[in-house]
């Protein structure tokens, strides 16, 4: 009786454990940040130095320019 008393045992313990559920969840989920980025560039020197070579002039507006940029100016 001992010998059929043990596998009926462990085939009991057997058929509770596979009737068990187990349930594995991971978090997938992943926050994003959006930040802005600002991007200043300063280009004021650069002009004013370029208006200030252009318009250093000592004669008239023609010792300045050409002709066509008179006639696109006149426009």
């Known amino acids: 009786m001992k010998h059929f008393l043990w596998p009926a045992v462990s085939v009991a ?3 509770l454990a596979a009737c068990t559920q187990h349930t594995i969840t991971a978090d997938t989920t992943h926050r994003v940040e959006i930040a802005p980025i600002h991007v200043t560039v300063d280009i004021n020197l650069k002009v004013q130095r ?8 000592q004669g008239s507006i023609e010792d300045v320019f050409t002709e066509d940029e008179l006639k696109m100016l006149e426009k």
């Open 13 to 15: 313990v057997l058929a």
């Open 50 to 57: 370029a208006l200030d070579d252009a318009l250093s002039f």
